[in-house]
């Protein structure tokens, strides 16, 4: 973090001298030396978020990292207090003019000082660190390691007694299976998952078990970690083929790798061995080790554990070799190893009822970590057994993961990952510290306020999204993110949360960082210090004690209610802030001083009441991202034309489904100018015009779009957007929506379509399906509504070779729909709604061979399940609408004829309207269900 901090003010601190030289007069040398000094310590910082620091070093990086925020506010203040003179001219025309301006401003003087003081702090600080005899961080770690005395909290995993052993157990005997039976060649197996999942349990167990130690002639435990060397590691190894083997041993200290290497495979050629890599952290790891085990056609086996995803799959080298994803406990058995723990010497392992409630809350919050589990429950058997002993801790278990020395070890096993971050992705993660305890958040959200930021380091050839996108696949291969798919989940639809505990352990790190601090409800006051401000219901009087703040972020959570004074406040506070997200909040306006915030770079109103932006959004002349989503506004003002660094309008949610048979869709209107926008990369949704084709003129000129959506649209202007569409060449999404269900949607003129297309949605009549469709190779997901095709769609589609969703939504006016063998290879979820004439689905054995989530109905002249239905291995989810009788009653258990068609599924919903939009959902052998279904055929849907 102090290592991200410090690059972010040199790169501003290089844009001011590159720009704004002129500006600083006398004190530009000043500003040159405060950026060489800070580069020549930078260097230093890549291990200051360790816990292993001396208290010496950590107060010095903790001094470096308070003048780099410091630096960062002379620079933000100044070039703010500048930009409030602008008056009326461009910014350009300001720049080209100042030198006159400036000799009559008094942050000359004041700027100018302000550096001088920085400069000499920044000496000091280094000749302290020159002082102490530490040049970079590896000097100044803990001597603790070295002299013996550290102690690795994972040790406790090779030696969990039985009792402790709940919900492995199959996966356990399925891993025993493999290392003793199954091919001769030698194979691989990595056990993947988060941090205190259990994987060293799970294989100790495995290793130990009396079936594997008389199947192997030799077998070896070697655990990796962070701070591995090979050479050391290959040592060990040798050592433990060698146990008997004296003259050897002696010998083995003087081996170089090669010869260590060259030893090992002599030795393993005639055996058949088993090895067990612990906790691997490096993709190099095994692309040297895997030299020394030999592949001698004798069954050896491997078994490798890690937390990173990507590691599991780069050791899957051949068909013989897996990858096991670990998953968290069930509810159930997370239950049972708590009461095993809790309740050990009493009760007979179970819970008292008056502790019922907050032992669930607590399980609950364990999130299925096993580690996690055993900890709190060990912690919780030494305490007296009364609900006021327990509420303590259930309420302080943030401030006990911290300081409690039987819950540290969880909290350092935990932070583990964070300390293996590198620089660039730790300010992301820690990120998530700003979010509620359970939150999810959108990717394109999540991606665009790291955006913001300043998070994100540039790549040649690459936006800055596109850098973001990885850098978020990179934290869910090392199981720190979580994805947590909603109701809909195409591609932009899916959200990402963190574990509850990792979410504690980001608290505590963020809190140490000044990086954010949280307002709960009841706190009155917030200390300054901090980097953003997450409020979570808290009362209007929070800014009271400060006259004014550097905060960047703001957030707000949960808030009931906003006075207008509550937002003259915020405006008047927080004059540098970068992010202002008032996502949900109850605010029906937006005050004009938000134009006073010239730093501003991200503006969030999504599901606001806000009606109208004021003119003075055209003064934010840093703004990337404005989000009026799922808000009354319909209309954006012409002075954001203005704004060319704008990236990002979104005036539209991104679930463009409408789950109703309503066909009323929005945009905004937008004033011509919006073609000025060159670095616009998404722009939904917007309102066609029919007053003539200047519109889409000028959205021709937007050829940096990735997303963009319309509504409003008449065949008549078909052809102008085809004209435009092909001009974005790389757009990655795309929206259209007619302006009623009865009007053709006409985009067949595209004919050289944007190569990078991966998410269509169409809304509205179409003649047939655009034959450019098929020849998108990278398409990802197709949704049709109100498409009320005549020709058979399904032969259009079946062979695009990356499809994963498919959205049928009174789409097709057929009777039936035949998948064909051989078809929708990759395809995972799809829907077939509102077919009001759709008799029979047909599904071949071979097709869908990848679906796991089917949504069907209603189809009300449906009367009996999909043929082959019972085909598709993997699926796991289906979701029925509103169904008639005839189609549900024979699905049921016990004595259905069509539910062996089903059987092998995991999860049926059966879903019926109640009010509105709400759906009543049952599952299969439902008693009340059954009875109703038995009573009418559900005619009146509204009566359930």
């Known amino acids: 973090m102090t290592e991200t901090v410090v690059t972010l003010v040199i790169n501003e601190l290089v844009q001011l001298i590159a720009h704004e030289s002129k500006l600083l007069r006398g004190a530009h040398r000043d500003v040159v030396d405060i950026r060489d000094e800070l580069e020549s310590i930078q260097c230093f910082f890549k291990d200051a978020d360790r816990g292993d620091l001396q208290d010496g070093v950590k107060t010095w990086v903790k001094q470096v990292r308070e003048v780099a925020y410091h630096i960062e506010d002379v620079i933000d203040e100044y070039v703010l207090h500048v930009a409030q003179h602008r008056h009326q001219q461009s910014f350009i025309a300001f720049l080209q003019k100042i030198g006159h301006l400036f000799k009559k401003l008094k942050p000359r003087h004041d700027i100018a000082t302000k550096i001088q003081d920085i400069k000499i702090s920044i000496r000091e600080i280094k000749e302290r660190s020159e002082r102490y005899g530490f040049s970079s961080l590896e000097q100044g770690s803990s001597s603790s390691e070295s002299s013996g005395t550290w102690h690795d909290p994972r040790v406790g995993a090779l030696f969990i007694e039985e009792d402790e052993v709940v919900g492995i157990e199959s996966t356990r005997d399925e891993l025993v299976s ?5 091919v001769s060649k030698r194979s691989v197996i990595s056990v993947v998952g988060m941090g205190g999942i259990g994987k060293t349990t799970l294989a100790k167990k495995v290793y130990e078990n009396e079936l594997v130690k008389g199947h192997f002639d030799c077998r070896v435990w070697i655990t990796v970690s962070q701070s591995y060397n090979v050479q050391k590691i290959l040592m060990s190894m040798t050592k433990k083929v060698y146990c008997e083997n004296e003259t050897a041993l002696g010998q083995i200290d003087m081996m170089d790798e090669i010869t260590l290497i060259s030893q090992l495979r002599k030795y393993l050629q005639q ?11 490096k993709l190099e790891f095994w692309e040297i080790v895997k030299h020394a085990l030999p592949c001698n056609g004798r069954g050896s086996r491997i078994i490798i554990t890690t937390r990173s995803d990507l590691i599991g799959v780069s050791c899957k080298e051949s068909l013989f070799d897996q990858v096991h994803k670990l998953q968290p406990l069930s509810q159930d ?26 032992s669930m809350d607590i399980v609950k919050k364990c999130e299925g970590l096993p580690l996690a589990i055993v900890a709190i429950g060990g912690l919780l058997s030494t305490k007296e057994n009364v609900p006021l002993e327990w509420k303590k801790l259930h309420d302080s278990l943030s401030s006990e993961l911290e300081c409690n020395p039987h819950l540290t070890s969880v909290t350092k096993i935990l932070s583990l990952s964070y300390h293996d971050l590198p620089c660039s992705l730790k300010s992301c993660y820690l990120f998530f510290g700003i979010f509620p305890e359970d939150y999810s958040i959108t990717s394109v959200r999540l991606l665009w306020l790291w955006e913001a930021g300043g998070f994100i380091k540039g790549k040649k050839g690459k936006s800055l999204v596109d850098v973001a996108e990885e850098y978020l696949m990179e934290l869910i291969d090392r199981n720190l993110v979580q994805v947590s798919f909603g109701e809909l989940d195409y591609e932009m639809l899916i959200k990402y949360r963190i574990h509850d505990l990792l979410h504690e352990t980001i608290l505590s790190k963020v809190g140490e960082l000044n990086f954010s601090q949280v307002l709960e409800a009841g706190d009155t006051t917030f200390h300054g210090k901090s980097r953003s401000l997450s409020i979570h219901n808290a009362r209007e009087n929070v800014f009271e004690t400060s006259e004014y703040s550097r905060v960047r972020f703001i957030f707000l959570f949960n ?12 405006f008047k506070k927080f004059k540098l802030l970068k992010v202002l997200d008032f996502e949900d909040a109850p605010i029906d306006y937006l005050a004009q001083e938000v134009g006073t915030l010239f730093h501003l770079k991200y503006l969030n109103l999504r599901r606001t009441k806000v009606k109208i932006l004021p003119n003075s959004v055209g003064m934010l ?99 102008a957007l085809c004209t435009s569409i092909q001009k974005m060449v790389h757009l990655n999404s795309l929206f259209v929506s007619s302006i009623s269900e009865d009007e053709i949607i006409d985009l067949e003129s595209i004919s050289s379509p944007p190569p990078f297309l991966k998410h269509i949605y169409l809304r509205g009549r179409l003649k047939k399906l655009p034959n450019w469709i098929l020849e998108l190779q990278n398409l990802v997901t197709l949704v049709l509504f109100f498409s009320s095709l005549e020709e058979y769609p399904l032969s259009c589609v079946q062979a695009l070779p990356n499809l994963i969703t498919l959205s049928l939504n009174h789409a097709y006016d057929g009777e039936q729909l035949h998948f064909e063998e051989g078809g929708f290879r990759k395809l995972k979820k799809l829907t077939l709604r509102e077919m009001e004439k759709l008799k029979m689905v047909e599904i071949d054995k071979g097709s869908l061979p990848s679906l796991e989530q ?48 089903v059987k092998k599924v995991t999860t ?37």
């Open 621 to 719: 002349q840093n703004l990337q991202t404005l989000t009026v989503a799922e808000t009354p506004v319909r209309e954006l003002p012409i002075e954001i034309f203005r704004l060319y660094k704008l990236r990002h309008i979104i005036a539209h949610s991104h679930d463009f489904e409408i789950k109703s048979s309503l066909y009323s869709m929005r945009g905004v209107k937008v004033h011509e100018g919006v073609g000025c926008l060159n670095e616009l990369q998404d722009l939904s949704l917007i309102e066609a015009n029919h007053h003539g084709v200047s519109l889409f003129e000028e959205l021709g000129k937007l050829s940096q779009l990735r997303l963009f959506g319309i509504s409003n649209m008449t065949a008549k202007r078909g052809r």
């Open 333 to 358: 058995k997370a239950w049972e190893l708590f009461c095993r723990k809790a309740f050990q010497s009493e009760f007979q392992r179970c819970c008292p009822k008056e502790l019922v409630k907050l």
């Open 271 to 281: 055996k058949r061995y088993v090895v067990v890599f612990d906790d691997v952290w």
């Open 854 to 901: 089917l949504e069907i109905g209603p189809c009300p002249q449906m009367k009996e399940v999909p043929s082959g239905i019972q085909h598709l291995e993997s699926l796991k989810l289906i979701d029925f609408y509103e169904m008639q009788k005839e189609f549900v009653l024979p699905m049921q258990p016990n004595g259905g004829e069509d539910y062996w068609k």
């Open 908 to 944: 049926i919903h059966l879903r019926y309207r109640i009010k509105g939009e709400r759906y009543q959902i049952y599952k299969l052998g439902d008693l009340d269900l059954l009875e109703r279904l038995q009573g009418s055929i559900l005619g009146d849907q509204t009566a359930m």
């Open 178 to 182: 493999w290392l003793v039976g199954g």
């Open 559 to 570: 808030i009931n209610e906003m006075p207008r004074s509550f937002m003259v406040k915020l």
